[in-house]
């Protein structure tokens, strides 16, 4: 990948991301690394995170790593504190941590919906909460990884469209708030990204499903993290210190045309 911003651009400032031990939250902090930060992350695996961590240090990024959910406020205060002390203090957050699963609204049970909204919706404003007085020593960003559910409805999908709708709009409350305190607010809503653990979930098929799926979105191709790492990348630097309250779109043009496609796919991948 070359990076058209500076490598030093984030030096001396620290990111924390919840989930960042693979996919899409790896990507991003994969490119927080290239631009010089420092970066802190959090799952719920601490084996997972070792090797993130090892990826992110051969980027030469100064790294902790601590295992915490995100639905236990106690630990992940714990570790935004911890990381804070260790690296310096989080002036970038990202809320990555995500749960999902295809399950149609009539077999998904009342503790599925629970958890995944427990994760994605209740776990941001934990992360956000926890990291605030950090946050709010100015020039800061918070990030929230969204998704076309938020905006669009998909078939199997009421859990996350519930969940990533309310990210949304606990982003846009944020901004509101937050601004004040020096805080930029922003969510990413990335498209099917190749390769993670929230494609093989959610888009189970064989090749021929990718390779119709594929032709069907705008751009063509599956994204990669590294797409959503560099749209984090914009806006978490100066290019977009005016822009808080604004949800970035990163899919390829997949959404524009709703749902339709997959949901017959993923059905018809169902039946077989
Ligand atoms: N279909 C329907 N329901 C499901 C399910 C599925 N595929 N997977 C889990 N559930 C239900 C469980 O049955 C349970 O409900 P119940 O108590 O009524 O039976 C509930 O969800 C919680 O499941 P559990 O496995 O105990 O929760 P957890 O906290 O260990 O895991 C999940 C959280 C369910 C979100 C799990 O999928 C996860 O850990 N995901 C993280 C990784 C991920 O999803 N990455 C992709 C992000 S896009």
């Not at 939250?25 to 927080?32: D, E, M, P, R």
């Not at 295992?67 to 804070?84: F, N, P, Q, T």
């Not at 605030?132 to 009421?158: C, E, R, T, W």
């Not at 797409?227 to 100066?238: H, K, M, N, R, T």
Request: aromatic share 8%; hydrophobic share 45%; proline share 3%.
């Amino acid at each position: 990948m070359n990076d058209l911003l500076p490598s030093d651009l984030f030096k001396g400032q620290t990111v924390f991301i919840t989930g960042g031990g693979s996919g899409i939250n790896l990507g991003v902090a994969g490119a927080f690394a290239r631009h010089g930060a420092s970066v802190a992350i959090c799952g719920r695996t601490l084996e997972k995170l070792e090797v993130a961590a090892a990826k992110l240090s051969d980027l030469g990024a100064e790294v902790w790593y601590g295992s915490a959910d995100v639905r236990d406020y106690d630990a992940l205060e714990a570790a935004i504190k911890a990381a804070g002390e260790k690296l310096g203090r989080v002036q970038h957050l990202v809320c990555g941590a995500a749960g999902n699963f295809l399950a149609p609204a009539e077999s998904l049970s009342a503790n599925g919906f629970k958890s995944v909204v427990d994760i994605d919706l209740l776990g941001s404003f934990n992360a956000c909460r926890a990291a605030f007085d950090q946050l709010s020593q100015g020039d800061a960003s918070i990030l929230f990884i969204s998704a076309g559910q938020a905006f669009v409805p998909y078939f199997a999908q009421v859990h996350a469209g519930a969940a990533k709708a309310g990210v949304d709009n606990l982003m846009q409350n944020l901004a509101l708030e937050w601004g004040r305190h020096g805080i930029r607010s922003n969510s990413i809503a990335p498209g099917p990204i190749g390769g993670t653990e929230g494609m093989a979930r959610l888009a189970p098929g064989d090749e021929d499903f990718h390779r119709r799926f594929q032709r069907s979105i705008p751009a063509g191709r599956y994204g990669t993290p590294d797409d959503i790492g560099q749209a984090a990348v914009f806006l978490a630097s100066p290019l977009a210190s005016y822009v808080t309250g604004t949800r970035l779109v990163v899919d390829g043009g997949m959404n524009l045309q709703g749902s339709g496609l997959l949901t017959s796919l993923v059905m018809a991948a169902g039946r077989k």
